[in-house]
């Protein structure tokens, strides 16, 4: 009779096809007036012999459908999530919410970068008024009033005294006053700048330049190569080559112009680097005696370089920039191209 | 600078170096060279005679040549109105290529129904610029005058086997503006020899004319007579040497002072001695007169600054920068005197710039001409002129006293970060030139005359190291003490504010400093502004006091190119209350979020604005309550008197945010643009609170929510810090989830919806415990506010 049972319920925990049907037969089997607990209870009048036996055979039954209930509940639990998740299929390919993009403008990325580059090497940053005065920017720089290099820079006055700086140079003269008589200086001044240019294709009457300047008692030209090869491989790639070319700037001497090697065509000659397969990217050289007796160093015991890089230069080689113009537009559609990090 | 291959050669050993790779040589040594071409372009041209010259039979312009070669003789079709029979031409036969010819490859071709063989060539098809040419060269072909050997090669025998040099200088080689002061260098670089040349002339100082420096800006004067000239065509080889140097040619006189000129790099100027009415010379400043008249034929102002020439009373020269139309020379000149002169280059280059007349000379004597040499223009205009001068007198100055410059081998080592022969650095000085004398280990050079512009050791080691290449410049680090220097507040400021808004979706723009009153007008508070006095434009003329005008004028530049959705900023100087400071401006337009399938659009507006500015703000450690904001007067200038507010921090406005003023948004035909500026160098200067931990509550809140009637005039910053102090305890947090204006409300109301947190931290609050805190927030709102609950 309990095989019977047995099977009967095993037959119905078999059948039961969703979690609801599995209840019942629980019910009906295992509930107040289920089958095998009417049986427990029926037990009474039995002998005490005739209850050990039949009360072993009920438990070991109640554990038996207990073991396979459960199991069909956790195969029709694992079958209903399946089937829901079918159900609950989305359009992965519908678009998502339409967050404004913003970004950085290319120029800012491309300071960022230059100055992370020169914070690595342990390079201060030092920030400098755009509004300056003729000693700061020329006379302690080297360039008395009437020297041909005024011709140069063609200059934006607001008086006979004060303009709008040309170059990030008269920083240099702050920076190595605050510092004298004998201090070791290690820094860079990133800043927008001016000169009196008609803008065009490659030239803008405000830029933006990154000042280097370095003073110890051996900073030597070679210490200039060294630094800013590591520069050029940041910037433009580890493979990138520098080179030396002579040049004239009043504040420096010997000063070189430095170029790189062209990175879009690797120094083979392409229409970029107009078929040399270098490009020019900044002026540098070693610090005019003059400018450092102006700013209160003993020339004949402190040396040391000093670069000017423009910006937009080096941001018009990286990201192919043909018009500088560009950057001082802002045309979203330009200034969305530059929403990735780097 | 243009240089003529060929004159360079006269001067110095070139060792069959090719014009291009002398070019890289210079370039190479700090002599840029922009550009290497032929002087003359085309292959296979000869020297042929026209033998016999008639009209085209179908043409009314072209005349058919029967011309001898030597090797044949062709029939061409010509179309100069100059060609005739018994010339000497150029020659293109049939296969050659001319450049800048119209017809890049010459071909037998019919003309008219005449065969025609070939090309008679003019200046320009062989590539000489028109802008040397005389009008007869421009509109026909090329005569040649002499006698020639027929069949010979055209470019050779004539001249036109040259190269130019197309150099640009640094101002430091104005030396250079001098062909044989250019020899010296090449002569050091290639480590060849000068060629011997005369420099010097026989100087008597007999003359008829006196001298007078009366200003110390003439710093000498010469004068040298040259009598019973002949004015003619300069010759072939003159010629073709002044269209490489990018000179005109015009008559004999002119052009080999021109030469003169370029060769030794000292002007000099020529006055027909016939037309001068007094012997006496003076060089004085001081004089103004304003219908000077000059060999341009141009009136000019002279003014008392300007150092003058003047012959008798009569000023017959603007020193250095033009001579008068009264006293020049012409085709009719027999006799001459010929100024060789220095002038301070600071008075020539003043004038110069003030009258806008850079010439060969004046853009010479803005330069430091080299003093030493006075005599050697002299020697070359004797040369070229073929005879000795007539007379001279000079008035001069101390002799050349070479400046002797030290450096020693340890100095020029540690300067260059590299080892260096001190050998090397000897011979290299003395190959340019330079006088050196070694002791021990230490030089000290005397420099040439020409180079002004080495004074200090340095000067010798940038000599040394450019002429020894930059190659084997090793690389090193510089070695120094670590110095540590962290970004300051403000450089920490502007990073985070970049980074913050741009990850907020904004674009960050940069625009220009320089701006123009109308725009900038819009936005200032007071209107004075810093001014340039030599603006470029008037677009360009004040450095601004804010950044709104730009942020305006950005906006609606990206409107023009359709494009609505703006989400702006930028980080800038400004120059106002008399210092520089930094400003952040936003602006937006159109939607700050657009709607799609998926969810509602998101457009810009005051509060869209508010959450930037705050979010930003907390993010920097600044939050509401240190923080403030105020309304605006109903008469602000430039912003929505209604939809703004200042933002104020410890009682002081540090920036302004809301709707453009109406009026504005009208002339710009903008609507909806929302802007905000803040001071960032205020900012700077504040610190804000820090990350620190306060520890968390596992006992969870309780949210209850309220729909209140307010009276119309009661703002909502006065509610939330009602309902917060009537119990600042166990009140954590207040958010306004509706607000609803309607007609059933009660007149003069509105109905505020707010869910109120509730919560202790420590233990769960009973139910009394919350009804308190509700009731004591009605009891408030309603005693203080005149607010009720919503029935």
């Keep these: ?342 | 600078m243009n240089v003529s291959y060929k004159l360079l050669n006269k001067y110095v050993e070139l060792n069959n170096i090719d014009p291009y790779e002398l070019g890289d040589i210079l370039t190479n040594a700090g002599l840029e060279v922009e550009s290497v071409r032929p002087l003359a372009q085309g292959s296979d041209l000869v020297i042929g005679y026209v033998e016999e010259s008639y009209p085209h039979p179908n043409s009314d312009h072209l005349t058919v040549c029967i011309t001898n070669v030597k090797s044949e003789t062709l029939q061409i079709c010509c179309g100069a109105p100059n060609v005739g029979q018994g010339q000497y031409v150029i020659v293109a036969k049939p296969g050659c290529k001319l450049d800048y010819a119209k017809v890049p490859v010459i071909k037998k071709v019919m003309l008219g129904g005449v065969e025609s063989n070939g090309m008679i060539c003019s200046l320009t098809e062989i590539g000489i610029p028109t802008k040397y040419q005389t009008k007869e060269q421009m509109d026909g072909i090329e005569v040649l005058e002499g006698d020639f050997q027929i069949g010979d090669e055209a470019l050779t025998t004539l001249g036109y086997d040259d190269y130019i040099l197309d150099l640009s200088l640094t101002p430091n080689r104005s030396d250079i503006y001098s062909i044989y002061a250019l020899a010296i260098e090449v002569a050091g670089l290639l480590n060849t020899k000068l060629k011997d040349v005369n420099m010097s002339v026989v100087n008597d100082n007999k003359s008829k004319y006196k001298v007078n420096i009366e200003h110390k800006d003439c710093l000498s004067y010469g004068l040298f007579e040259f009598n019973d000239l002949v004015s003619q065509d300069s010759s072939f080889k003159t010629k073709n040497i002044l269209f490489a140097l990018g000179f005109k040619p015009r008559f004999n006189i002119v052009d080999d002072g021109n030469l003169a000129m370029v060769i030794s790099g000292n002007p000099v100027h020529t006055f027909d001695a016939d037309k001068l009415k007094s012997d006496t010379f003076s060089i004085r400043k001081g004089i103004e007169k304003d219908d000077f008249i000059a060999l341009d034929d141009n009136k000019y102002h002279i003014m008392k600054d300007d150092l003058v020439i003047m012959n008798g009373d009569e000023i017959v020269a603007i020193a250095g920068v033009i001579g008068s139309k009264s006293s020049c020379i012409d085709e009719n000149t027999k006799n001459i005197v010929v100024e060789s002169a220095v002038f301070s280059h600071v008075s020539i280059r003043n004038t110069a710039r003030r009258l806008d007349l850079f010439s060969e000379a004046s853009t010479r004597y803005s330069k430091i001409v080299n003093k030493y040499t006075t005599e050697f223009p002299i020697a070359l205009l004797e040369e070229y002129l073929g005879k000795k001068h007539d007379g001279s007198i000079e008035v001069n100055y101390e002799n050349y006293q070479p400046l002797a410059v030290k450096v020693s081998h340890q100095k020029i080592e540690k300067v260059l970060g590299m080892k260096i022969a001190f050998e090397e650095c000897v011979d290299i000085l003395k190959r340019l030139s330079f006088k050196v004398e070694v002791l021990d280990n230490e030089l000290i050079a005397y420099p040439p005359s020409y180079r002004k512009d080495i004074e200090l050791d340095v000067d010798l080691i940038e000599e040394i190291i450019r002429v020894h290449g930059y190659n084997d410049l090793p690389s090193t680090l510089p070695l120094q003490e670590i110095i540590y220097n962290p970004l300051t507040d403000m450089q920490l400021l502007i990073k985070n504010t970049k980074n913050i808004l741009s990850n907020s979706g904004l674009n960050e723009i940069i625009t220009y400093q320089l701006s123009n009153k109308d725009k900038l007008d819009y936005f200032s508070t007071n209107k004075v502004y810093k001014e340039l006095i030599n603006p470029l434009n008037n677009e360009r003329m004040l450095y601004r006091d804010n950044l709104l005008a730009n942020m305006l004028e950005t906006i609606d530049f990206n409107k023009s190119y359709q494009i609505k959705d703006q989400c702006l900023f930028e980080i800038s100087n400004v120059f106002i209350d008399n210092e520089e400071k930094t400003y952040l401006s936003i602006g937006l337009m159109g939607n700050y979020i657009n709607g799609n399938w998926h969810n509602q659009v998101l457009t810009s507006d005051f509060y869209v604005l508010k959450s930037i500015i705050f979010d930003y703000l907390a993010k920097l450690g600044f939050y509401y309550g240190r923080l403030l904001i105020e309304e605006v007067e109903i008469d602000h200038s430039f912003i929505h008197p209604t939809k703004s507010a200042y933002i104020c921090m410890n009682k002081q406005r540090i920036g302004i945010f809301g709707a453009i003023h109406p009026r504005i948004a009208s002339d710009y035909k903008l609507k909806n643009v929302y802007v905000a500026q803040i001071d960032l160098s205020y900012l700077a200067k504040q610190k804000g609170r820090v990350n620190k931990y306060e520890g968390i509550s596992l006992i969870p809140n309780i949210y209850r929510d309220l729909s209140l009637v307010v009276p119309n005039d009661i703002k909502a910053n006065t509610i939330l810090k009602t309902v917060k102090q009537s119990n600042s305890k166990l009140i954590n947090e207040i958010n306004i989830f509706d607000i609803y204006h309607g007609n059933e409300l009660e007149e003069d109301t509105y109905s505020m919806a707010i869910s109120v947190e509730i919560g202790d931290g420590k233990k769960t609050l009973n139910e009394d415990e919350i009804n308190d805190v509700v009731n004591n927030i009605l009891k408030d709102l309603n005693k203080k506010l005149n607010i009720t609950l919503r029935g």
């Design chain 1, 1 to 342: 009779m309990l095989e019977n049972l047995k099977q009967e319920l095993t037959d119905q925990i078999n059948n039961a096809n969703s979690l609801d049907e599995l209840q019942q037969v629980k019910v009906k089997a295992l509930g107040k007036k289920g089958s095998i607990t009417l049986l427990t209870k029926n037990m009474k009048d039995k002998s005490i012999e005739e209850k050990k036996i039949l009360g072993q055979a009920v438990h070991s039954l109640k554990e038996y459908i207990e073991i396979i209930l459960k199991q069909k509940e956790l195969f029709l639990i694992d079958m209903k999530i399946k089937d829901d998740i079918k159900k609950d299929k989305i359009d992965i390919f519908l678009p998502g919410v339409e967050f404004h993009q913003g970004s950085l403008h290319p120029l800012t990325i491309t300071r960022n970068e230059i100055e992370e580059f020169f914070i690595s090497l342990g390079f201060e940053v030092a920030r400098g008024n755009e509004i300056e005065s003729d000693e700061y920017n020329f006379e302690k720089m080297n360039i008395p009033k009437d020297h041909p290099a005024r011709d140069m820079q063609d200059t934006f006055y607001f008086s006979e005294e004060e303009l709008l700086r040309t170059h990030t140079s008269p920083m240099q003269a702050r920076i190595m006053e605050r510092n004298a008589p004998d201090k070791p200086i290690r820094v860079i001044v990133p800043g927008k700048t001016f000169r009196r240019d008609e803008d065009d294709l490659t030239h803008s009457h405000q830029f933006m330049q990154v000042e280097g300047l370095v003073i110890d008692k051996n900073i030597s030209l070679a210490d200039l190569k060294g630094t800013l090869e590591l520069f050029a491989r940041k910037m433009f790639g580890p493979n990138t080559q520098i080179r030396f070319r002579p040049s004239y700037f009043p504040f420096t001497e010997p000063s070189v112009e430095v170029d790189v090697t062209c990175h879009i065509c690797k120094g083979k000659g392409c229409s970029v680097c107009k078929h040399t397969g270098w490009i020019e990217i900044l002026g540098a050289g070693q610090v005019h005696p003059n400018v450092i007796k102006n700013c209160g160093y003993d020339p004949e015991v402190y040396q040391g370089f000093a670069f000017g890089m423009g910006i937009e230069r080096i941001a018009m080689i990286k990201y192919g920039v043909d018009d500088v113009r560009l950057f001082y537009q802002n045309n979203l559609n330009f200034l969305k191209q530059f929403d990735k990090l780097k």
